[in-house]
């Protein structure tokens, strides 16, 4: 290895990095991408480079996320710091220890707040594929059964654990806290609670809640207004769920509707040990929950096969079973596509 090559992959020294992030600071202040006197001092020796990509990474990291308020504000007082401190001494390429100490207390204080401001913020993701089934334990002692194909997103604040479903279906045993209530939203409904087990299934335009045990509070809001509602009792529009109940809630162009009804609850938990129980449920609902635990998905074409009624157990991924069972029992054929998909219609 040369010299040179050497000092290119050498971890930059304190000393360089100061220097790389006034450059930053400096290029930023003018509101400029480069300049002739970057150029030179990146030339003028490979360790410089170093230093510099060290620096502007994350740089170009804040960028990605400019957009976000709260990092407006924060990059904006920095600069505006810098130009108010930093303009008179910025005229030269010339560094002296107090332009660059004051370069990189800039430098420091805007990323400083950058974590605290943004890093909270960002959500925690859990994520399992097609067949899998996990559980995960959550910071507060939480444990969150996921199921096959399922996404949940995961935040919390000293004030608040929020939780998002993204899709699939997941249980939730929360601990105790009464200081910080346990809110999981799902489409349009969210689910506010401070120590139960319940189970919400993301089901196309249906989100059916479970509860298990305890007791929970179902809202129709957005995330945006839950600190309000964790905070009193529930408005007039929740749903109060008691144990065995299931809410059955459904979006359409018409409105959002919801219906508790009692259910099983050995037979509602059923998908945690790989079996998937239907009571009398539409064929339509029944084929999508089918297809996530397949490659290849099941779907129903008509709306007269999508209504006929079915009961059964079933075992999850047994695709094959499920397709002669429904052809056998119901008036309705199946077909293969090239890409793998089943198609379900009404018999001619």
Do not use: C
């Amino acid at each position: 290895m040369s010299m040179a090559s050497a000092a290119a992959s050498a971890e930059p020294d304190l000393g360089r990095l100061v220097e790389a992030a006034a450059w930053r600071v400096r290029l930023a202040e003018a509101g400029l991408e480069g300049s002739d006197a970057l150029e030179a001092w990146l030339a003028r020796d490979p360790a410089n480079e170093a230093a510099w990509r060290r620096v502007q990474q994350p740089w170009d990291e804040i960028g990605d996320l400019a957009t976000a308020p709260e990092l407006m504000v924060v990059r904006r007082d920095a600069l505006d710091r810098a130009r108010r401190h930093s303009r008179a001494r910025w005229i030269g390429p010339t560094f002296t220890p107090r332009r660059i100490a004051g370069a990189a207390t800039i430098a420091a204080t805007l990323a400083l707040a950058i974590v605290a401001l943004w890093g909270p913020a960002q959500p925690t993701v859990y994520e399992t594929s097609l067949g899998e089934r996990r559980v995960v334990r959550l910071d507060d002692g939480s444990r969150v059964a996921l199921d096959s194909t399922t996404r949940l997103k995961v935040r919390f604040t000293k004030d608040a654990r929020t939780l998002d479903l993204v899709r699939g279906q997941a249980r939730f045993d929360v601990a105790k806290d009464v200081t910080r209530p346990f809110s999981v939203r799902a489409g349009h409904q969210t689910i506010v609670a401070t120590g139960t087990i319940f189970s919400v299934d993301l089901l196309g335009p249906r989100v059916l809640v479970t509860l298990i045990e305890g007791r929970v509070s179902v809202v129709e809001a957005p995330p945006r207004r839950l600190l309000a509602i964790e905070r009193r009792a529930p408005p007039s529009k929740s749903i109060e769920l008691r144990v065995g109940d299931r809410l059955v809630a459904k979006a359409s162009a018409d409105g959002a509707t919801a219906e508790v009804e009692q259910v099983s609850l050995d037979k509602a938990t059923a998908w945690e040990s790989g079996q998937l129980v239907f009571e009398d449920e539409p064929l339509s609902a029944v084929a999508e929950r089918i297809s996530r635990y397949t490659s290849s998905p099941v779907i129903v074409k008509d709306r007269d096969a999508g209504a006929l009624r079915i009961s059964g157990v079933f075992t999850a991924g047994d695709l094959p079973t499920f397709v002669d069972t429904v052809t056998h029992y119901l008036p309705v054929e199946a077909a293969s596509r090239a890409d793998g998909v089943i198609e379900l219609r009404s018999r001619g």
